[in-house]
């Protein structure tokens, strides 16, 4: 059965940073497309960034530059290094995993994680 399981999630103040993990069991980390969406209340789920089986990344234009997505294969993890936090950074994190970065693209990845609460304070 596969498990994506995030962590590292917290309260920040503006300006801070946070590194949010993703561990990953049940497949073959090292062939799946990576991804990080985020949501807050009241809005849809938003593409935040991605990171292929051959460590080509994507983000979103609002997170271009603050954010980085990395994974170490050899512990099935990935990454999301989070700095000069917003408040409108403010959301439930969510992981996901999909053979294809084009599925992530297109919002539909096979697996997501449960989600990790982001709170920026101003």
């Known amino acids: 059965q596969v498990r994506l399981v995030e962590s590292g999630g917290g309260l920040v103040q503006a300006g801070g940073s946070l590194r949010l993990s993703c561990s990953a069991s049940?497949?073959?980390?090292?062939?799946?497309?990576m991804a990080w969406f985020r949501q807050a209340p009241g809005k849809e789920r938003d593409f935040v960034a991605a990171?292929?089986?051959?460590?080509?990344?994507r983000y979103a234009n609002s997170v271009k530059g603050r954010f980085t997505i990395s994974r170490d294969n050899a512990k099935n993890t990935v990454y999301l290094q989070m700095n000069s936090l917003k408040p409108e950074d403010t959301a439930a994190y969510y992981c996901?995993?999909?053979?294809?970065?084009?599925?992530?693209?297109?919002?539909?990845?096979?697996?997501w994680g449960q989600g990790t609460q982001v709170t920026v304070s101003s």
């Open positions: 996901a995993a999909d053979l294809s970065i084009q599925a992530i693209l297109r919002k539909e990845p096979d697996y």
């Open positions: 049940g497949l073959t980390f090292q062939n799946y497309a």
């Open positions: 990171l292929s089986w051959s460590d080509s990344t």
